[in-house]
């Protein structure tokens, strides 16, 4: 070996090997964290990635997940050219055809259906991730259509509709600089954000307490957590109000904060007479001692912040209740518009609240239509209706199947995962209903199989994207590779075809370059000067809202303060009994016999090497666990007499999968864990698809009745 | 260079395995056909009722006294002696798997070429002033390679003692 095959072989960069550093990002998870990435090149070939050092944020480390872009990259399944059906729906015949055959089929289709059923029939959906959304969302705009859906039906916005029915609009921890006290609800950030978890651990170095509230014990209840609340799952709600209790009796609230601010105190303090220790520990397993010790704490700390996920806690049919509950105590406590408490957030490009304003919104909205009939499920969800401008996903198969209010013939889809919908074969059949469904995907899916023209997407390495971060910080990522094969961005593909579909949309019309222009056209800064710069840029336009504006200016909500007793459910609730202007408590079981199933199952707990199903077929990362397993407490498997590495049933109601047996003593006996979306093994055929959230329409996957069963035995 | 060794902090560790992955990224490394270089294991003990995890991130040990160095037939393996870490020259290996029968850990692995393969710290990078894979990503700083004398025993004392409890079933 030579001395340079042996640095090309170490992948050192420089001229001697060739190969150069490009400076991108890592789209395979959140919006929120969406790490930078120095991907080595070479001959427009990826070797590796590694963490941009200095990034915000993730400060040049990268997760398990990260770590694996490449592979991500190069994935075997991906979709090389524009596809047409030729088989059956579902069989996966296709023809290769050219991307001008495929824009010209898809508007001759979509202008077609829109001429006989009005505009509002086709439906523009996306899954994860988020990065193209303000395209999309104007592209169905410029059709005519308000029927732009999204992933987040069940992601995210459950969260956002308890702040903003409570405080108006969404706050955030502001976590942990300024506090002495973090509560982490359904909180293991060790796996799922190591930027986050690395403060908390320069937050507990500083003297900060901090308690997390998880029904397992994870790498974060063990390594950063002072005190673990190890919860039945889906009792949020309910330790909540006991924690109230204890506050409001031992005086242990902010009372002149809640005599100025707050709407509905008395009410609330009613209500929370009945969580007294006792009962609340009969409901959550949590013992009152606990409860006590954390509420003193909790109560009596000058600043408390959290954190309150995206998911786990509102992915039960009481969730929002239980969000809204948790924020309640921020409320009480006086802890809500306060530096080192909860800071408003004001989001912007793709959902960052990054601290200055770009054309974003002027994007979107100066196409919105007039006079057009009401998104698919209006009606369903009447907080959805009036706090979320986009459809919701959960009631898409039944108005595809049912034509009413008004029929949906079309759906233009760019990530769309069946196995996201609880029983998933049911959006699969409705699908194949359409007059025409269009796929667009990095990779062939299941639900690809089923559309009439599979349009081939790329990642973030192989695109330029731009993308905000807290503390003002804005980049544009450098375009690594050219796209595989004859892949294009989203983004790409959907201003290309605003020009086929004759829309008259002129800024789409110019190309996505132009368009990212347009967005940034308010900003001291081009394109240019983004792409150039090793790391993302401060906007001289950084101008972050202050904490304690809406205390004095009054809060956005009917009656100016924080409402614990909320007006606006009152209102849009009007003649429904699930609806409650309280954060009242429920179970969250679904109805089946708890007999016949009495596991409790919870689907999607995250564990490090997996996000949803997109990197299920990602060798490195499925090296780490290979077999599909469901997470069983030793005294359940003595009971099942199963041993690790078995094989079990795991059934409910709706659905039964078979799959591996990890043993844990992890969740609580009787509790079973199982990770989503593996083709083989999908857990969302075990939740019922009426199992929703009557707040949010979220699904409850986080708490369903079950059996386990070991094969091969009656 | 001094001598050096790879240090685990196991209370930072959580056995992600982005370690894992970094270095079948660095080394070209598919699973499917070859047993990595770095692995991750979780070890649960239950104690009273409490859950205890050990988190190790394990690959090559770069033994003092490497019992792979003696056992192969070809010399392909060496310590540095700069460095103390056990490196390999594979050109001359016959696949007869000696190294990885004399090593306590297994630690070397086979290419589908049936050539002895292991981790050698990164040695080329460190050489550019870059550090191991695994250490660079590591999202916690739990990984590092530290010169010998710098080194903290009481951080693999606290792993082995783990260690020990759970292989005793206490």
């Known amino acids: 070996m030579t001395e340079t095959e042996k640095l090309i072989k170490a992948k050192i960069p420089g001229e001697e090997t060739g190969i150069e550093v490009k400076h991108s990002l890592c789209d395979i998870c959140t919006p929120g964290l969406h790490c930078g990435i120095d991907v080595y090149v070479k001959d427009d070939t990826v070797l590796k990635v590694e963490g941009t050092p200095g990034y915000p944020g993730s400060g040049g480390k990268l997760c398990t997940k990260g770590a694996s872009n490449r592979q991500y990259l190069y994935r075997k399944n991906r979709i090389k050219t524009p596809l047409r059906r030729i088989g059956e729906r579902g069989e996966g015949k296709f023809e290769e055809i050219s991307w001008d055959e495929a824009y010209k089929i898809i508007a001759e289709r979509l202008n077609g259906i829109k001429k006989e059923f009005g505009p509002e029939s086709v439906a523009w959906y996306t899954g994860y991730t988020k990065w193209f959304r303000p395209w999309l969302h104007r592209m169905a705009h410029s059709f005519g259509s308000l029927n732009y859906g999204t992933e987040s039906s069940v992601c995210n916005t459950a969260t956002v509709m308890a702040w903003q029915s409570i405080a108006g609009r969404q706050f955030r921890g502001d976590l942990p600089r300024n506090s002495d006290f973090f509560i982490g609800w359904g909180c293991n950030t060790m796996v799922n954000s190591y930027s986050q978890a690395r403060g908390l651990f320069a937050f507990k170095e500083r003297g900060g307490k901090v308690v997390i509230i998880d029904p397992r014990d994870t790498p974060t209840t063990q390594k950063i957590a002072d005190i673990h609340l190890k919860l039945h799952p889906g009792t949020d709600g309910a330790l909540a109000w006991g924690l109230a209790h204890l506050m409001i009796k031992n005086g242990w609230y902010d009372a002149e904060f809640v005599a100025e601010h707050v709407h509905g105190f008395e009410a609330y303090k009613e209500y929370a007479e009945k969580f007294t220790p006792e009962e609340t520990e009969r409901i959550t397993g949590v013992s009152a001692a606990k409860l006590r010790e954390v509420a003193q704490l909790y109560g009596q700390a000058k600043q408390a912040s959290t954190y309150l996920p995206s998911a786990s806690i509102t992915h039960h049919v009481n969730g929002f209740n239980s969000m809204r509950a948790m924020i309640s105590l921020q409320v009480i406590t006086g802890n809500v518009d306060k530096a080192g408490g909860e800071v408003p957030m004001y989001t912007d490009l793709i959902y960052a609240d990054c601290g200055f304003k770009t054309m974003q919104h002027d994007f979107i909205e100066s196409r919105r239509p007039a006079d057009c009939k009401p998104p698919i499920g209006t009606g369903k969800f009447p907080l959805w209706d009036v706090l979320v401008d986009e459809f919701h996903a959960m009631d898409l198969a039944r108005q595809i199947e049912e034509g009413t209010p008004y029929p949906v013939k079309a759906v233009m889809a760019f990530g769309l995962n069946n196995r996201m919908f609880p029983e998933p074969d049911t959006i699969l059949k409705a699908l194949d209903r359409l007059d025409f469904l269009v796929a667009t995907d990095i990779v062939m899916t299941e639900a690809c199989r089923h559309a009439d023209i599979v349009l081939p997407a790329c990642t973030s390495m192989e695109r330029s994207e731009l993308k905000a971060y807290g503390g003002g910080f804005l980049n544009c990522t450098q375009q690594c590779i050219k796209p595989l094969y004859e892949a294009k961005s989203d983004a790409e593909i959907l201003c290309d075809l605003s020009r086929y579909l004759d829309l008259g949309d002129t800024l789409m019309e110019k190309g996505y370059e132009e368009t990212m222009k347009y967005i940034i056209s308010n900003l001291s800064v081009s394109l240019e000067e983004l792409r150039d710069s090793r790391l993302p840029l401060r906007m001289k336009e950084f101008a972050p809202h202050k904490p304690g504006e809406l205390r004095e200016k009054g809060f956005e909500t009917p009656t100016g303060k924080l409402e614990l007793w909320s007006e606006l459910i009152a209102s849009v609730g009007e003649g429904r009994t699930d609806l409650h202007p309280l954060p009242i408590w429920s179970e969250g079981f679904d109805a089946a016999s708890e007999e016949e199933f009495p596991m409790t199952l919870i689907a999607g707990a995250r564990i490090p090497n997996a996000l949803h199903s997109r990197l299920h077929e990602v060798p490195w990362l499925r090296s780490l666990r290979r077999i599909p397993s469901v997470d069983l407490h030793p005294e359940d498997a003595a009971r099942l007499e199963v041993k690790e590495g078995d094989r079990v049933t795991l059934a409910s109601a709706s659905g039964e999968i078979e799959v591996g047996v990890h043993i844990t003593a992890a969740g609580l006996p009787g509790d079973v864990y199982m990770y989503h979306g593996y083709e083989e093994a999908d857990v969302s055929r075990l939740i019922p698809k009426d199992h929703l959230d009557p707040y949010t329409g979220f699904p409850g996957y986080n708490q369903v009745r079950c059996k386990v069963k070991k094969v091969g035995v009656k | ?170």
């Open chain 2, 1 to 170: 260079m001094k001598q050096v060794m790879f240090e685990l902090d196991s209370e930072k560790c959580i056995s992600c395995g982005a370690c894992a992955v970094a270095c079948m990224d660095q080394n070209d490394i598919d699973p499917e056909v070859q047993v990595p270089f770095r692995h991750v294991h979780t070890l649960e003990t239950v104690e009273n009722g409490n859950v205890f995890y050990t988190n190790i991130s394990m690959a090559c040990m770069h033994c003092t006294d490497a019992p792979c160095v003696q056992a192969c037939p070809k010399g392909c393996l060496s310590k540095d002696p700069a460095t103390g870490l056990t490196v390999y020259d594979n050109t001359g290996c016959i696949g007869c798997h000696s190294c990885v029968m004399a090593c306590p850990f297994g630690a070397p692995t086979f290419s589908a070429a049936g050539k002895m393969m292991k981790c050698d710290g990164c040695m080329t990078r460190r050489e550019h002033g870059m550090e191991p894979a695994c250490v660079r990503v590591c999202p916690f700083d739990a990984l590092k390679l530290v010169e010998v004398e710098d080194a903290s025993e009481n951080k693999w004392d606290k792993v082995m003692k783990r260690l020990r409890q759970t292989g005793s079933g206490k």
